[in-house]
């Protein structure tokens, strides 16, 4: 079996529900429950007795020991992060309690039950974590994109974070031969998306008749990659990898935040016109940019094609139809996110910025 943490967020679920599907390998799911936590992802595994949920954090490393003791997973992926930059403008602290505390914990819980293991089940173990391209900082226009030997140069707290947690596990591997696997990976889009990030707030926000609301000049660059490529991809490094490397993982598909938004628009004005007959673009607001917004985030993935055979299956025009035809058919989950919570960040996100 494999310990999964952070498996009722975005990535991780979608993670847990293609490996349950596609394996015979139980999962056990290690989340703490936070905001972006949510079951209902896993709402479909209710009587898998392959997956075992476990709500607790990575930072409670005695937790972490007996569950490793009891199951004997032959590999951990760590999925469990804060994971939103407007957030850790506003709350720091909790990134550096989940992202790096955290990750440091997991870490001493899996040195620990890694070196107690013997022969081929030791020798095959893997701690696979997962990480992002921001921890490279911002391109410059023309600049190449990421290769895994750009220097490090995040630029907020949650990169920083990030950053970070990449450091540790490297660190693990080369003082103490942990055999550890790292991924950076784009920003990713699809099913369970929490509608506070770029693609579904844009989607619901539409749906809802609300404002789309674009920071600065909307010119900043992603480089977008469907959540089910992103999963492949971990998928064939943790079969394939070389232990103590680094894979990034992207889609080859820069766009500038504002064309991102332009395309949604276009297809819901085809899929779900607005009854006043106008475009969706009507909806689209110019509202004060994120402080230190990095201006183009691009990822060079030759390494992973290269050496391991992994390239996206989706492109930009598959993945945006499915993930917004996702939206529409599943608004009893985006209405059940839409909790108190949720709303006092939104409130508390864009309230603070003029239009
Ligand atoms: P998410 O915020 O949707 O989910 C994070 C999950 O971790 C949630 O279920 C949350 O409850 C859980 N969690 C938080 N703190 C925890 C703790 N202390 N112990 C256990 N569980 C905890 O994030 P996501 O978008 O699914 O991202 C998953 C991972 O992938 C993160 O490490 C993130 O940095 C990385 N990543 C994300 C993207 C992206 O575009 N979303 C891109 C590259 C890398
Ligand atoms: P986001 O989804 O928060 O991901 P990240 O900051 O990790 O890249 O944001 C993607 C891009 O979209 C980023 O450049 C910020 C921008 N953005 C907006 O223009 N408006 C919004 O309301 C949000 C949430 C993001």
Redesign the pocket.
């Known amino acids: 079996m494999i310990l999964v943490?952070?498996?009722?967020?975005?990535?991780?679920?979608n993670f847990v529900l293609e490996w349950l599907a596609q394996s015979e390998e139980t999962v056990i799911n290690?989340?703490?429950?936070?905001?972006?936590?949510?079951r209902e992802n896993l709402r479909s595994l209710d009587n898998n007795r392959r997956h075992i949920f476990v709500q607790?954090?990575?930072?409670n490393s005695s937790v972490v020991a007996d569950l490793l003791i009891q199951y004997c997973p032959r590999a951990v992926i760590?999925?469990?992060?804060?994971?939103?930059v407007d957030r850790s403008i506003h709350s720091p602290e909790d990134f550096i309690?989940?992202?790096v505390v955290?990750t440091f914990h997991l870490l001493e819980a899996v040195r620990a039950y890694w070196a107690d293991l013997q022969g081929q089940v030791k020798q095959e173990f893997r701690f696979l974590h997962?990480?992002?391209?921001?921890v490279y900082g911002s391109l410059q226009k023309d600049a190449s994109a990421f290769t895994e030997t750009h220097r490090y140069a995040p630029n907020s707290p949650?990169s920083a974070s990030?950053a970070a947690s990449d450091h540790l596990v490297r660190s693990y591997h080369h003082t103490y031969g942990l055999p550890v696997l790292t991924t950076?990976?784009?920003?990713?889009?699809g099913p369970y998306?929490?509608p506070e990030?770029l693609i579904p707030l844009m989607i619901v926000n539409a749906l809802a008749g609300k404002p789309l609301p674009i920071y600065g000049d909307g010119q900043q660059i992603r480089d977008w990659?469907y959540?089910k490529d992103?999963c492949s991809a971990i998928r064939r490094v943790l079969e394939a990898g070389r232990v103590g490397e680094v894979y990034n993982i992207g889609g080859w598909n820069e766009k500038p935040n504002i064309d991102i938004v332009h395309t949604i628009c276009s297809i819901l004005d085809e899929s779900r016109p607005r009854s006043d007959g106008q475009s969706y673009r009507e909806q689209i607001i110019t509202v004060a940019d994120r402080p230190g917004h990095d201006r183009r985030y691009a990822i060079d993935a030759s390494k992973i094609e290269r050496e391991l055979g992994w390239k996206p299956a989706e492109t930009f025009d598959t993945g945006i139809r499915k993930t917004v035809n996702w939206y529409l058919e599943n608004q009893k989950w985006v209405a059940n996110v839409q909790s108190g919570a949720y709303r006092s960040w939104v409130e508390k996100n864009y309230s603070e910025r003029s239009t």
Do not use: W
């Open positions: 943490t952070g498996g009722a967020g975005f990535i991780g679920s290690l989340d703490v429950l936070t905001y972006a936590g949510n607790e954090s990575i930072n760590n999925f469990a992060a804060e994971s939103h309690q989940t992202n955290g997962v990480s992002t391209d921001e949650y990030k950076n990976c784009s920003n990713n889009y998306h929490f990030k990659l959540v992103h």
